[in-house]
């Protein structure tokens, strides 16, 4: 999309009624709408009256009776070599491809069940062509050659000797939404935009790396070929290489789990999924690119006039809401937090806006700091429904200028035949009853 389009004037909103939080006579209003408050302040009921006459299972357990797990010594440690969530959390799990699918290659984030902007390792999404392989750290090797000064072939441990950086970076598959543009997704957030997840990475600087082995006048390109069956290989621009490129072998805080790229992955910030290389095996340095498979007959936009745009490695633009979203049920009237993701492969974040009208009025959106370049950016807004029927969108600005587009000014320049790099606004209808669903607005 035109990277100097901006967005249009905050308009004054009517569908978004947002109780302001600071405001007491708010709060007591979005207070008094619980099930307990009301019948406390109608009744003059007790808590312990209006807790039990709700009637869960094990309503001895609620105020002011003592619970039951307080009244009998709790176990020592649950997992004591690796911690896991609680049974409680058991629901909250990455989907896997459906029974149709020949081979699993792919996993998506639940999105919708998760806080802040950095997903847990073991929610990570998954995306690899040739299966996930198990490779020995003590075994595995980094050869840097092509046009260079001083080729190398490099160890784990030679390469945790270097000078490591920590950075938070998001990665999206380029696929990720790509149901948006014949308007046939279906499902949750988690089915559509799954593809998508956070982590704090920690690694040694490419830049560094190169330095040590010394590139040669007039390399221009690097090949980065992964050590899986499929040897997944793409061609990275010098320019990217040296700005901010790591080799990395932590991931939040730990070593990269075996479908993250274990024990090495290149991280290309902001770059389409595929090209950050998981179990980097081997990095050539040359003067053209290499145009590898996947990046020829795959990773390549077909526009509607038959041709393909190649080489598009930035993600541009892009949030989604994430609750209320589709597979949700807003179960009561009154106060409820808009809340989601944004991000951008062309640096920050700068604003969100957020329509409960589809796209007619919209209002800014709150945004949570550190607001980071090529990291998500969680967004939020208050919103009062009433029960009408409403359609929830967002869209994000970034610090370049793009402004996420609609899916019919994508359609208008792209047609129907692309697969990859789908950032329209994404459209969630809530309907009179309260049910979340998707819709292409």
């Known amino acids: 999309m035109n990277k100097n389009r901006r967005a249009t004037p905050l308009a004054a909103d009517s569908e978004i009624k947002a109780p302001d939080p600071t405001n007491p006579s708010a709060r007591r209003q979005f207070l008094t709408r619980g099930l307990a408050a009301t019948a406390v ?36 440690f649950l997992n004591p070599a690796y911690g896991l969530p609680s049974a409680f959390e058991k629901k909250v799990v990455r989907k896997l491809p459906g029974q149709a699918a020949a081979f699993p290659t792919a996993s998506r984030t639940p999105l919708q069940d998760l ?8 929610l990570f999404f998954e995306r690899h062509h040739g299966g996930v392989p198990a490779i020995d750290p003590g075994q595995h090797r980094l050869m840097v050659h092509g046009l260079v000064r001083q080729p190398l072939v490099l160890t784990m441990k030679d390469l945790m000797r270097f000078p490591s950086v920590s ?20 499902g949750t957030v988690q089915d559509i935009h799954g593809l998508l997840s956070s982590a704090e990475w920690t690694g040694v600087l490419l830049s560094t790396v190169l330095a040590e082995v010394g590139v040669n006048p007039g390399a221009s390109w690097l090949l980065a070929e992964g050590a899986d069956a499929a040897a997944m290989s793409r061609s990275v621009p010098m320019a ?54 996947e990046e020829t007959s795959k990773y390549t936009d077909l526009m509607s006039d038959g041709r393909a745009a190649q080489f598009t490695f930035e993600m541009d633009v892009k949030s989604v809401i994430t609750s209320p979203s589709a597979g949700q049920e807003i179960s009561e009237r009154g106060f409820h937090e808009i809340t989601g993701l944004a991000w951008s492969g062309r640096g920050k974040i700068k604003r969100v806006e957020v329509s409960a009208d589809g796209g007619r009025n919209w209002r800014e959106a709150q945004l949570d700091g550190p607001v980071l370049a090529r990291a ?15 359609i929830l969108q967002s869209r994000a600005l970034d ?21 990859y790099h789908y950032n329209g606004i994404q459209s969630w209808n809530v309907s009179t009853t309260g049910e979340v669903t998707n819709v292409h607005a």
Request: with cysteine; charged share 20%.
């Open 41 to 76: 302040a109608a009744t003059g009921s007790s808590i312990a009256d209006v807790a039990l006459a709700q009637t869960p299972p094990d309503a001895e357990n609620l105020p002011p009776h003592v619970p039951k797990w307080m009244r009998e010594q709790g176990s020592g």
């Open 115 to 122: 806080f802040g902007t950095v997903t847990p390792n073991g």
């Open 167 to 186: 950075r938070t970076c998001f990665i999206e598959c380029s696929g990720n939404s790509f149901g948006e543009y014949k308007a046939v997704s279906k």
């Open 240 to 293: 990217k290489a040296m700005e901010d490129a790591m080799l990395v072998y932590g991931q939040n805080g730990e070593m990269l789990r075996p479908e993250q790229g274990y024990p090495l992955r290149l991280l290309l910030p902001g770059y389409e999924g595929n090209m950050n290389v998981k179990w980097l095996r081997r990095l050539k340095v040359g003067d053209a690119p290499f145009h590898t498979r």
């Open 376 to 390: 998500l950016t969680r967004f939020r807004s208050p919103w009062s429904w009433e029960g009408g029927e409403h």
């Open 399 to 419: 610090e370049s200028g793009q402004v996420q587009p609609t899916r019919a000014q994508l359609v208008a320049e792209r047609g129907l035949n692309s697969s």
